[in-house]
């Protein structure tokens, strides 16, 4: 415990600090920030807050819980996550089943586990863990990395947590791990041709996995494609979100006073249909600052990739890229009516502790890439 | 190209890869911020605007509802102010949902499981307002109020609610309770094929009665107003107002109050003496079909319903074998007994079986033509009275005379003279669920896949027995049509249309249904057999009261069931009896009928009710009610 202690300040005090990257943790402090006054202006006289912590405070502790494992994470070689993958991804998966077991209902879907008050949804932290263990089978196939078996192997290897995720039900988070499991195979050189055919046979799948929904999740899915067929159901939600973003102009109608979002028409909105309250409380620009902020974050991400010391640091960077990428997209496309209604948060803005702990975690391992780029290579 | 990292490799990074991935991932996310400028610059007054048209609603004014006189311009029904308790489900989050149920139940007194029922039966939006208790107490709605930060989602409104009354303005639900039936929310069945008339989901409609059959006259038009509401759908303020409501129209109805009272009064009392358990009385003018008064006992008090009946009170109703809910003077039939003899009499003078002079022999048992010998159908007097001619044996109710005038008319003519009378048919009373009753006739032996009627059914049929059924209005109504001369009135329910002040404005016209096709010497020698019924059949004393007039009538029981105790069988007895000014005469304006169901003690205790009912009606001082032990003076056939 001690030599741990002594180990971990040393490490502040180290020369590493002196290759921190100040540009990844301002971009995502601006969109915590952000989060934080968007979060505040969705629950504003919103009556069901009353009572317990708000929002808004919940997500501050999250938020200094998250910074600190950030540099905590940041001070540490990030190679112990290689050396531990295989366990890793065993965690994963028990940790998956067990709350598919006992979570907690959640609009119908088994997707925290509750610890101390605050719930924890695991499937957030397991899609980070996920890009670890992914990260270090991929860095390791060296010249076989153009094989089908890179493909089939990286493919199962996600398989089994995206199915126990999709199984709570939570087709978000599976989604993801596919976004991410493409992602890396990508950027790790794997063969084209073959991913191409993959995802060919995919797409032929797809109806079967969409019968396998259940009707909730497929009358929203379809929403996107015609909003007015169910517009008191399903896809109510869509319209409003819609309503809500088309409203908000040039420059919104400023916080906590916008229509829509205000008067609880969006069910969910401090959760997944967080960016119609940005779209209509700071209209076009607001909407674009945020734009802006992941694209420079991705950016940051992939540049720290493409400067890593090794293969494993790179892929851990291009499955963060991959993952917030995907989510920003689905996200935002989802409000936006372009992109089908599942429940994925928008990263670092959506309310929701797991998810920005996870986050934390995973931009501490980037920072910690970023801060060892110069070291040789172990 | 050269390696960024050089000489650090373990995996071969791909430059191409690289820039591939970034410019993908900018040019998506552009692609993004294109969708946004889209919507929210280019497309962004349409969506605004559809914004607004959230903010604002057209809702609807609802109509006062009309109010209900009886025939003396006295308020029967009316519309009170009462507190009334709502939930709006969005505002109502789900933790705190059996909380607050429960702590409403506490404060109003009502059941919880009656309340979170009507929550969880709520189809609507979520923003709507539900309704969970009516006429909650002013007490109650103060505690509400004083602990709405503590219930979320709870609103307190005031709305009118049903009052119904008696004749002395006091509340008197059992009094008219199946005249003017109740309102009631607007269930979901209901609503799916009325909401395109304009009802709403927290609506109140018509349930039975008037109140269900007059429900287009009394709901009038609901209004409409735009309004600008807030985040929790409460109304902020209006806006204008498109249409004003049209109140409903206020109904006076046919019934005199007081004469229900003396009607329920005689009724209560017969039924009473001879352990009866359900019975009907209906007093009607024979000249214009209009209904003075409808008894049907057991009642219900409606004013439960107005207010929003437990479950327990309506499963008290509904488990009760005497179905208090019924209003057994048109929705159920029974078998009419020797009443039904007026349609054998004219069927048989009208096809020229017999002329009112021709006498035919009576005997204590008639031999069923065609049966085998000794099969026969009895007389209710064993010994047979010897040869009569029409008006005796209508005045002695023989039996077997009947017999024979059944058979010799034949069952599609003895069918067809019923419907003349109307019998069989529905009378078109605007009262809801009424019955058409049972008239057996060749087509209807053959619906239930026989050939035709038996003889002995045919026979039967002549003396309303086992093949007949009826309701106790259309009975009436029969016998009223003998009274007036011969014209078959529609029963009226409603005289028309008045003021707020009960003062008739619209006056609803009587409607004949038909003229009766027989001969005027043929109903003239009903009409006198029936005044031989009071003076010189067995009637007993009833002729002894002192009334304007030649009361004139027939009496009939059915027997049914199974044997009592004391070997006789239950039956129903029927009284049914009008007043004209001299025998024969066709200028009766009272007209009543009695039918007292599964009676015990031996005679008829629905003539014993007509007694005392025409006592209070006309204020005799000398009381001639039977003592309940002597009722078997008054013979039951």
């Known amino acids: 415990m001690g030599v741990a202690t002594a180990t971990l300040v040393e490490s502040f005090r180290g020369r590493d600090w002196h290759h921190f990257d100040a540009q990844l943790l301002l971009y995502v402090l601006l969109l915590m920030g952000l989060g934080v006054v968007m979060g505040y202006s969705a629950g504003f006289n919103d009556p069901s807050a009353a009572g317990g912590m708000s929002e808004s405070v919940k997500t501050l502790i999250w938020a200094s819980i998250g910074i600190t494992l950030f540099f905590v994470v940041a001070s540490v070689d990030y190679h112990w996550l290689r050396g531990l993958a295989a366990p890793i991804y065993l965690v994963v998966l028990g940790l998956l089943t067990v709350t598919m077991l006992i979570g907690t209902n959640l609009f119908g879907a088994q997707m925290s586990v509750t610890v ?243 986050l934390l975690f995973g931009m501490g391992i980037l920072q910690s890439i970023r801060m060892r780029a110069h070291k040789p290579t172990l | 190209m050269a390696d960024l990292n050089d000489g650090r490799v373990d995996l071969h990074r791909s430059p191409g890869r690289f820039i591939a991935f970034s410019i993908a991932a900018m040019l998506l996310l552009l692609a993004l911020g ?193 309004v600008e509401r807030d985040a929790s759908g409460r109304q902020l303020k209006v806006i204008e107002t498109i249409r004003e409501p049209t109140p409903g129209r206020n109904l006076m109805l046919t019934i005199d109050a007081e004469i229900q009272r003396k009607a329920t009064q005689a009724l209560t009392w017969g039924m009473e003496v001879a352990d009866v358990s359900q019975g009907v009385t209906v007093v009607m003018n024979p000249q214009t079909g209009e209904i003075l008064a409808m008894v049907s006992l057991p009642a219900y008090d409606n004013n439960k319903f107005a207010a929003g009946i437990s479950t327990e009170d309506f499963n008290v109703y509904l488990a009760d074998p005497d179905r208090p809910l019924r209003n057994h003077a048109v929705t159920d039939i029974y078998p009419p007994g020797s009443t039904y003899k007026l349609v054998t009499g004219i069927a048989a ?134 009274a007036n001369g011969g014209t078959l009135m529609k029963p009226m329910i409603a005289r028309g249309e008045t003021d707020a002040t009960g003062e008739l404005v619209v006056p609803y016209e009587p409607e004949v249904l038909h003229e009766i096709g027989a001969d005027e010497g043929t109903l003239q020698t009903m009409r006198i057999g029936a005044r031989e019924v009071i003076t010189s059949g067995h009637a007993y004393n009833i002729r002894d009261l002192d009334l304007p007039g030649a009361l004139s009538g027939k009496t009939g029981t059915a027997e049914f069931g199974e044997l009592t105790d004391q070997g006789t069988l239950p039956f129903h007895s029927w009284f049914v009896a009008y007043l004209p000014s001299t025998a024969g005469a066709t200028d009766a304006d009272l007209a009543v009928v009695s039918f007292n169901y599964s009676a015990v003690v031996p005679g008829n205790v629905s003539a014993e009710v007509v007694k005392y009912f025409l006592q209070l009606h006309y204020d005799l001082d000398e009381d001639l009610r039977l003592d309940p032990n002597d009722f078997s003076l008054v013979t039951a056939n």
Not at chain 2, 107 to 129: M, Q, V
Not at chain 2, 465 to 473: I, R
Request: include cysteine; proline fraction near 5%.
């Open chain 2, 349 to 482: 003078m009208e096809e020229g079986v017999t002329t009112p002079g021709r006498q035919w022999p009576t005997f204590g048992c008639y031999q069923i033509p065609g049966a085998p010998d000794g099969e026969c159908l009895y007389d209710w007097n064993r010994q047979g009275f010897g040869p009569l001619d029409m008006v005796d044996a209508f005045a002695k109710s023989s039996d077997t005379f009947f017999y024979q005038m059944a058979v010799e008319t034949g069952i599609d003519p003895l069918a067809e003279w019923a419907g003349e009378l109307g019998f069989g048919k529905l009378s078109g009373i605007r009262l809801p669920s009424e019955e058409e009753g049972i008239v057996a006739s060749t087509d209807w032996a053959r619906q239930q896949g026989r050939s035709g009627v038996f003889t002995g059914e045919l026979a039967q049929a002549g003396i309303g027995q086992n093949v007949v059924a009826v309701t106790p209005l259309q009975l009436l109504n029969a016998y009223a049509a003998l």
């Open chain 1, 116 to 358: 101390a008050g605050l719930d924890f949804q695991f499937s957030e932290a397991s899609k980070v863990l996920m890009i670890a263990v992914l990260a270090a089978y991929l860095s390791g196939r060296r010249e076989r990395i153009g094989r089908l078996s890179t493909i089939v192997v990286a493919g199962v290897l996600m398989a089994l947590p995206a199915f126990l995720v999709f199984r709570q039900p939570d087709l978000g988070t599976a989604l993801v791990f596919i976004g991410i499991l493409v992602g890396m195979l990508f950027m790790s050189g794997a063969s084209l041709g073959w991913m191409g055919l993959l995802a060919a046979g995919i797409i032929g799948a797809a109806p079967i996995a969409v019968s396998m929904l259940q009707d909730y999740q497929r009358q929203r899915l379809f929403c996107f494609l015609e909003p007015s067929a169910d517009p008191q159901g399903a896809c109510f939600q869509l319209i409003q979100a819609l309503n809500a973003v088309g409203s908000g102009g040039w420059l919104g109608r400023g916080l906590t006073v916008g229509g829509e979002g205000q008067r609880g028409y969006i069910p969910v909105q401090s959760t997944d249909f967080i960016f119609t309250v940005v779209a209509e409380d700071l209209g076009f620009v607001g909407g674009l600052v945020i734009l802006t902020l992941f694209g420079l974050l991705v950016w940051r991400i992939l540049l720290i990739g493409w400067q890593a010391r090794d293969a494993f640091g790179m892929m851990i960077a291009a499955g963060l890229a991959s993952m917030i990428l995907f989510q920003v997209l689905v996200n935002i496309g989802m409000v936006m009516g372009v992109m089908p209604v599942t429940g994925i948060p928008l990263p670092f803005i959506t309310y929701g502790g797991s998810s920005l702990i996870s």
């Open chain 2, 34 to 226: 294109g969708r946004l400028f889209h919507l929210q610059i280019l497309d962004g007054e349409v969506y605004a605007g559809r914004a607004t048209a959230d903010r604002t609603a057209e809702v609807p004014i609802p109509a006062p509802r009309g109010l209900i006189f009886d025939r003396a311009g006295r308020a029967i029904a009316v519309s009170v102010p009462a507190w009334t308790v709502k939930i709006r489900p969005a505002d109502l989050p789900a933790a705190d949902r059996s909380r607050v149920i429960a702590r409403v139940a506490t404060l109003t007194g009502a059941d919880r499981a009656a309340l979170r029922g009507r929550l969880d039966a709520f189809s609507g939006s979520p923003f709507d307002l539900v309704p969970l208790e009516r006429g909650v107490s002013r007490e109650a709605a103060l505690l509400i109020g004083e602990e709405a930060e503590a219930l979320p989602g709870v609103v307190v409104t005031v709305e009118p609610i049903r009052r119904y009354l008696d004749e002395s303005g006091a509340a008197g639900g059992p009094l008219l309770s199946h005249v003017i039936g109740y309102t009631g929310p607007v269930s979901r069945d209901e609503l799916a094929t009325l909401e395109a008339d304009g009802y709403l989901r927290d609506d109140v409609i018509g349930k039975a009665g008037v109140e269900a059959s007059f429900e287009e006259e009394l709901r009038g038009t609901y209004g409409s107003q735009l």
